[in-house]
C-alpha cells in the first residue's frame, strides 16, 4: 500500500522559516525563522550554543519547565533535529525567561536587539542538521508516523537504492556514498538518458556557498549517472568501532583524534570510478550548481520509497 505526502519539500522550508511564536513582540505576527544548521555532531560544528541554552533554560525554569525540556521530542531541538512546533515550544519559553536569561554571559547580547529569538537562530544558537530536516519533513508530511533518528544512509534501508537514473523522482533521497550528508528531490524540471534537472531541498551550511544555509531549496541541480566515488560503509563502520586501523594512522599522524581517525579511513578506504555501491545501488554525481547553489555536492545515491506520491491538491 502506498503513502502520501501532504506538503512537497519547499512547503517545508517555507514553514521552517515563518515559524509563529505565539505572544513574541520582537517581531510583527512573532515570525521566526530557522536559518541555519547546527549538528550535534562534533565532525559538523557541534551544538555547544544550544547546549548553553538548553542548561539556562533548566536553570531558570520551573519544574514544569525542567520536565518539557526533558521530553524526547523537546529535546531534539538542541541537536539539530527538531520538529517544527518543538522549535515553537522551546522558543516560546525563551521568550517567557528572557529576563533571567540576559543575566547569562553568553546569551546576554542576543537579548540587547528587538528581534533577539531571531538574533539567536541567526548565530546558530539553534537549527536543523541533515538528518534532522529530511526525518522531520517525512514525519511533517504523514510519509512517516513520526521522527526516526537514522544516519545518511541508514535511510537506504527504507528509501531503496535505485540502479537507473529514470527511477528517481520527487521524494527521492539523495545520500552522499560517503555517508555524511542527505538531501530530498522537491522537483525534477528535465529528464534525458544521463541526466536529471531537479529541485533539491536539505539543510546544509558550507563555507564557500554563503547564501546557502540552514533549511533550503536549491534549484535546477543536474544529478547525473555514470558512477563516481564509493566508500564501503559496512567494512568503514567496522574499521571505526574496532580501531583496526589505529595504528597505521596513528603511524602518519602526529596528534591522534577520533575524528582524524574517522577521516583517515574515509580518504583510505574510498574506491573511485564505481558504476555500484551499498544495496547494489548506482552512483550519481549531484553538482553543486542551482540557485542558489549546492552547498554539497559529489557522488550520491538516489532511493526512493515504494508506492509514495504527492497529495493532489499540492501538483
Request: hydrophobic share 40%.
Amino acid at each position: 500500500m502506498g503513502v502520501q505526502a501532504q506538503l512537497y519539500p519547499f512547503h517545508y522550508v517555507n514553514r521552517l522559516r515563518s515559524l509563529v511564536v505565539p505572544g513574541y513582540t520582537g517581531y510583527p505576527g512573532g515570525v521566526v525563522a530557522i536559518t541555519r544548521y547546527v549538528s550535534a555532531n562534533t565532525l559538523f560544528g557541534g551544538a555547544n550554543l544550544a547546549s548553553v541554552l538548553r542548561q539556562a533554560l533548566a536553570s531558570a525554569g520551573t519544574a514544569a519547565d525542567r520536565s518539557t525540556l526533558a521530553g524526547e521530542g523537546v529535546g531534539r531541538v538542541f541537536t539539530g533535529q527538531g520538529m517544527p512546533e518543538d522549535f515553537v515550544t522551546v522558543l516560546s519559553m525563551v521568550d517567557r525567561l528572557a529576563a533571567p536569561l540576559a543575566k547569562n554571559a553568553t546569551l546576554a547580547p542576543f537579548f540587547k536587539q528587538t528581534d533577539y529569538l531571531q538574533a539567536m537562530l541567526d548565530a546558530s544558537v539553534l537549527g536543523q542538521d541533515c538528518i534532522g530536516f529530511v526525518g522531520t519533513y517525512l514525519a511533517t508530511a504523514g510519509i512517516e508516523s513520526g521522527y526516526v533518528g537514522r544516519r545518511p544512509l541508514d535511510y537506504a534501508a527504507k528509501f531503496k537504492p535505485v540502479r537507473q537514473l529514470a527511477q528517481v523522482d520527487v521524494g527521492s533521497v539523495l545520500m552522499l556514498t560517503n555517508g555524511m550528508h542527505i538531501q530530498i528531490v522537491d522537483w525534477v524540471w528535465e529528464r534525458s538518458e544521463r541526466q536529471l534537472v531537479i529541485d533539491i531541498c536539505q539543510a546544509s551550511s558550507m563555507k564557500d556557498h554563503d547564501d546557502s544555509k540552514g533549511p533550503q531549496c536549491n534549484a535546477r541541480v543536474t544529478l547525473t549517472a555514470g558512477g563516481g566515488d564509493f566508500l564501503p560503509i559496512e567494512k568503514f563502520r567496522a574499521a571505526k568501532d574496532s580501531k583496526s586501523d589505529w595504528a597505521a594512522y596513528a603511524a602518519v599522524e602526529a596528534n591522534p583524534t577520533d575524528n582524524g581517525y574517522e577521516m583517515y579511513l574515509r580518504k583510505t578506504m574510498t574506491l573511485h570510478g564505481t558504476a555500484t555501491g551499498y544495496l547494489n545501488g548506482a552512483i550519481f554525481q549531484l553538482s553543486g550548481g542551482g540557485t542558489p547553489g549546492n552547498p554539497v555536492a559529489g557522488s550520491v545515491y538516489a532511493g526512493t520509497l515504494p508506492g509514495l506520491t504527492m497529495a493532489a491538491q499540492l501538483a
